[in-house]
């Protein structure tokens, strides 16, 4: 039997914030969490950013302007929730197939 959380280490969202927008949002987002699901910037390069939480656990953050939006993946073994959570707080944009 398949892992039913194995489709969810990796989660993607198009947003129309800039990818800049979307770094500090997903910092502060972390960073206000209480106890074990917070995180806090460990590593940033110019599109993406690592956090570590609780127990040395990674949150990985990548964010690419394209045509119409800003592509944002997330990756993390055990703050998917989390990143759901962050997802469905940034302003959707359209899909990058009816962009075209």
């Given amino acids: 039997m398949a892992h039913n959380q194995s ?36 590593k940033q390069g110019p599109n993406w950013m690592s956090l570590r939480g609780q127990g040395g656990e990674e949150i990985v953050v990548a964010a690419h302007a394209e045509v119409g939006g800003t592509a944002v993946t997330a990756s993390s073994y055990l703050f998917d929730a989390q990143i759901a959570q962050f997802f469905s707080m940034l302003p959707p944009a359209t899909p990058a197939a009816e962009v075209a």
Avoid: H, M, N, W
Avoid at 18 to 27: F, G, N, Q
């Fill in 7 to 42: 489709s969810r280490t990796l989660q993607q969202q198009r947003t129309l914030l800039t990818p800049d927008e979307v770094l500090a949002a997903a910092r502060a987002f972390f960073a206000q969490k209480q106890g074990i699901y917070a995180a806090f910037l460990e």
